[in-house]
């Protein structure tokens, strides 16, 4: 059974920073074969693909130069480092995993995702 935990998250004010860790388990085939990343979902709006990492690395425009994604494959983790955190940026943020070559502008999307964490919420105050 595969299990995607997501740590990290909290509540910060606006220009602060914060750190998102997801860890994997029972995945059938080593940790580097799947690539990963991260969507988020505000209240009342669709989910949206953030960043995620695999042969390439793909950031929304909305994130780039704030957000930086890594990943430790021998820990079997993916991290997502956030500075210069805005309002807009407060959601709940979902780690998830998925084939081999979906990360990327065209396909970062949640329907690409085979498994997903629980959620951790990110709030940012003004």
């Known amino acids: 059974q595969v299990q995607v935990v997501e740590s990290g998250g909290g509540s910060v004010q606006a220009g602060g920073s914060l750190s998102l860790s997801c860890t994997v388990s029972?995945?059938?085939?080593?940790?580097?074969?799947?690539?990963m990343g991260w969507f988020r979902q505000a209240p009342g709006k669709e989910r949206e693909g953030v960043s995620c990492i695999g042969g390439p690395t793909y950031y929304a425009d909305s994130v780039k130069e704030r957000f930086t994604i890594s990943r430790d494959n021998a820990k079997n983790t993916l991290y997502l480092e956030m500075n210069s955190l805005k309002p807009e940026d407060t959601a709940m943020y979902y780690c998830?995993?998925?084939?081999?070559?979906?990360?990327?502008?065209?396909?970062?999307?949640?329907?690409?995702?085979?498994?997903w964490g629980q959620g951790t919420q990110v709030t940012v105050s003004s």
């Open positions: 029972g995945l059938r085939l080593s940790f580097y074969n799947y690539d």
């Open positions: 998830a995993v998925t084939q081999y070559g979906y990360c990327s502008a065209s396909w970062w999307f949640p329907s690409a995702a085979n498994y």
